[in-house]
């Protein structure tokens, strides 16, 4: 199936600073990539999708990019908040269904 | 309230044993889904489900059984053959699969604990 490498595993910022965690993918024919955040004890939730089409897509704090050459898209959140902290997982489709990538756990110190 | 509804929500099974976990969606979704999430390993797919009566293993089916003889319904069985049950497992639903694929809609989870 379908690979996603996704980078850092875990990542720590203070409350104010940017925090980016990236993606990286094999197969060349994806072509929706959504993020999703799981709050501790939550279900994931999507925040975030981008189609191939388009370079970059923004909402408020979050935007993500993606780069269909290099086969990499990435979550850029700024202005973090302390309510931020979650694990946040990419995924990409394929043929039958999502592939997710491992997580990133984002903690935001106030 | 539309949604997806699992349960149990905790689990516990003594080894050897079968145990069903439920997951019921009133989305009108076509597409079903069931993922396992150990830490540090993200959410892998054990089974999927486009259509009733239809379903196809995901990446991690072994030990694993499930149907979809209804619309709103995809039970995940855990068998006595799965050599490590214990585990997060979360259903999901979407209108579509394939390279289509939009939104996916989880439930709250069910922690499987085998004693």
């Known amino acids: 199936g379908e690979n996603v490498e996704q980078h850092p595993s875990t990542l720590s910022v203070q409350e104010g600073d940017s925090a980016v965690i990236k993606c990286t993918y094999s197969d060349s024919a994806s072509n929706y990539f959504p993020w999703y955040k799981q709050e501790l004890g939550k279900r994931p939730q999507l925040i975030i999708d981008i189609r191939s089409n388009v370079g970059e897509k923004k909402d408020q704090r979050i935007a993500v990019t993606l780069n269909k050459t290099a086969k990499h898209f990435s979550l850029h959140i700024t202005e973090t908040q302390p309510e931020d902290s979650a694990v946040y997982f990419c995924a990409l489709s394929g043929y039958s269904t999502l592939t997710f990538g491992k997580g990133t756990m984002l903690l935001v110190s106030p | 309230d539309g949604g997806i509804t699992q349960s149990p929500k905790y689990l516990f099974r003594k080894e050897g044993q079968n145990v069903t976990l439920s997951c019921e969606q009133n989305l009108n979704h076509d597409a079903m889904y069931w993922y396992r999430q150990d830490p540090g390993q993200g959410l892998r797919l054990i089974y999927y489900s486009q259509i009733v009566n239809d379903f196809q293993k995901g990446d991690i089916a072994e030990g694993y059984s499930v149907s979809r003889e209804k619309k709103e319904s995809f039970p995940l069985t855990v068998t006595s053959a799965q050599k490590n049950p214990t585990a997060f497992y979360l259903c999901?639903?979407?209108?579509?699969?394939?390279?289509?694929?939009?939104?996916?809609?989880f439930g709250e989870g069910s922690r499987l604990t085998v004693l």
């Open positions: 999901a639903s979407s209108v579509r699969t394939g390279a289509n694929t939009g939104e996916l809609f």
